[in-house]
């Protein structure tokens, strides 16, 4: 591909799952486009595990942001069509919840009308599987009943994919009924492979990595960034526009760049555990509680190989009492604690590891008694995530544009990184053609890859970044 001197460049700083998408669109539509990430490899940032097709493990956010979050879940699968492990999700409300069954149905119905709109519109949309299947509820004497039963191998119904949990669930803890929802897994590290093998084949895509930003000025109508590269050096180049995709870092770049922004930044922290003892295809479960008590939300997320990734939604597991902090009013970037600072910037402490793991375990057993003898398999994916403004349950967010083509990618969920990414092409005017075609059709580089392809390399980034390789295999059908 011919690069004209007059075409314009943009610059993405910060190679997460929001630069490295605005970087995969631009570049497949043509444009010149130099991709900037201060660490070793792309989409290394906060856990992602979970496609939130509907917004269903968030009772406290609107209708409209579920919505979005289901069409922008939509569009994002379509462009990485090997990074889902198709399985339900069941949410279960215990006992101990204020909460009732009966609050979220009536969202359920909205969730599954919009749904089916989008599939009238466009067959290709119909990633989650058929709309009268989005989702479907379980009374407890049907799960008592699918608890004699045998799955399957590979789960061929919604009622094989609950067979484990009626087994091993404590039902007399749950309200009912429990909710079976189409809200599929999503593999980070094959969504990092993805990345990987559509950047390095596309020429007008310049990927520059351990590489760190350090000014920003504008003048004559061009971006003036200095920058450090891996040994230390300093460089400058210029550009056109100015794409902020630094995740719980934007404010740093905001500062440089001379436009405020208020937001806040939070820390959390996924744990990877193994579970000897099971050999059965699980769905994901979510059994809900109190963001932040100690009977905050549990979540289990299945792999391949008995791994199982879990949330607890405590101050002592996933939160922690001091990581959620806010902008200033006179500077953009909320300030971590030195401590999780460290921990993003060094790892953690071993015995750190262990032991939130291990809470984490127990949090788990409460619920599912059997799953007390799952081990510590591996450290914690971790990570900071920024949330524009106050808002705290904010989670369906995109991008905000300012004066001298300068554009910030504010993604909450992963699952908004390619809607952003068209808004900078639509408000920019960089491609006045630009959406008329389909997904697949504007990304032929994307679509050329096969699902083992991707797995190969989703297992290459797990064994560098030192995780277990089951976090990168296809799970599910």
Known sequence: MTLRSQDPRIAIIGGGIAGATAAVHLGELGLNVVLMEKSAGLVSGPPICHLHAGGNL???????????????????????????????????????????????????????????????????????????????????????????????????????????????????????PVVLVQEYGWSVFRLAASVDLTLEALPNCQVMLRTELVDATFQDNQWRLTYLDAQGERHTQTVDYLVNACGFETGRVDDMARHHRQRLVEFKAAYVTHWPACHQWWPEVIFHGPRGSEDGMAQLTPYADGTFQLHGMTESITLFADGLVASTPTSAQPQLPLYLQHKIERGWPMSAQQERTVRAIQHMSRFVPSFDNAEFAGKPLFGAQQIPGDDVTLRAADVSFEANQYARLEVVKGSSALRAARQLVAVWQLKPDAGELSIETEHPCSMAFTAQQVEQQAIRLCHARGYPAALAKVYGL
């Open 58 to 176: 968030y009772r406290e956010i609107s209708e409209q942001q579920c919505i979005d979050l289901l069409e922008q879940s939509i569009e994002t699968v379509r462009l990485y069509p090997h990074t889902l492990n198709v399985r339900p999700t069941l949410i279960a409300i215990p006992q101990s919840d204020p909460g009732q069954p009966e609050e979220i149905l009536p969202r359920l119905v909205t969730i599954q009308n919009a749904y089916r709109k989008l599939v009238e519109q466009d067959a290709a949309n119909q990633v989650l599987g058929a709309v009268d299947n989005y989702y479907r509820l379980y009374q407890r004497e049907e799960l008592e009943r699918l608890a004699q039963q045998q799955q399957a191998n590979p789960p061929q119904s919604d009622d094989e994919w609950v067979i484990p949990f009626a087994q091993h669930a404590d039902l007399a803890q749950l309200k009912y």
